[in-house]
Every structure is written in structure tokens, then in C-alpha cells.
């Protein structure tokens, strides 16, 4: 079955620095877009970063210029290199993919950032 768990949150201090991952099973990794989101208390769950199968990347507008997203298809884990975190980046982060009409989600990594 389609697995993604997320790991390398933490506390950080503003200014800091965090790497995520989430590493995938149960699916063709490959094959698939990949995309980080987020939730912070009280708020909807927004989509930070996408990287589709082909590497192309896209950034919501909070978060363009500090963090990027890759993908290693040979560890069939998706990143989160998280750069310049900001109070308001505190959140639940979670990896998320879509198959045949279906979301799958990892069930998260608290990323808290402190000013």
C-alpha cells in the first residue's frame, strides 16, 4: 500500500534552517508528482511546493526564494530544504501525492519556528 512518512521537523530559530523528507513506498515513485503541504494551527492546509516527474518545480509565493524542493527517485524519497524560516512558517508539513483520482498524505512533521 502507498506509504509516505515525513520526518526532520523540529524547533528552529528564526532565521534558521530545516531539511524535510519524506520517504515513499507501495507506488511508482518515478512516475509521480510529489508536492509538500502545510498546516498551521487554526488555518487550511496550503500547497507550499510541488516537483513533478520530470524535476520541473513550483513554489507557492510564501515560500519562493528560501525553500526548495527536490526529489531523489533512487531513494524514492521527496525534500524540503527549508532556508530563512520565519515565525509564520510554523506549521504541520506534509508530504502528498495523487493517484488515479486519489490523495495520499503522510501524517506529517511539526516544523516550529520561533522568533
Known amino acids: 500500500q502507498v506509504q509516505l512518512v515525513e520526518s526532520g521537523g523540529g524547533l528552529v530559530q528564526a532565521g534558521g534552517s530545516l531539511r524535510l523528507s519524506c520517504a515513499a513506498s507501495?507506488?511508482?515513485?518515478?512516475?509521480?508528482?510529489m508536492d509538500w503541504y502545510r498546516q498551521a494551527p487554526g488555518l487550511q492546509r496550503e500547497l507550499v511546493a510541488t516537483?513533478?516527474?520530470?524535476?520541473?518545480?513550483d513554489y507557492s509565493d510564501s515560500v519562493k526564494g528560501r525553500f526548495t524542493i527536490s526529489r531523489d527517485n533512487a531513494k524514492n524519497t521527496v525534500y524540503l530544504q527549508m532556508n530563512s524560516l520565519k515565525p509564520e512558517d510554523t506549521a504541520v508539513y506534509y508530504c502528498?501525492?495523487?493517484?488515479?483520482?486519489?490523495?495520499?498524505w503522510g501524517k506529517g512533521t511539526l516544523v516550529t519556528v520561533s522568533s
Open positions: 502528498h501525492t495523487r493517484m488515479n483520482g486519489m490523495d495520499y
Open positions: 507501495g507506488f511508482s515513485f518515478s512516475m509521480r508528482a
Open positions: 516537483v513533478t516527474s520530470g524535476g520541473i518545480t
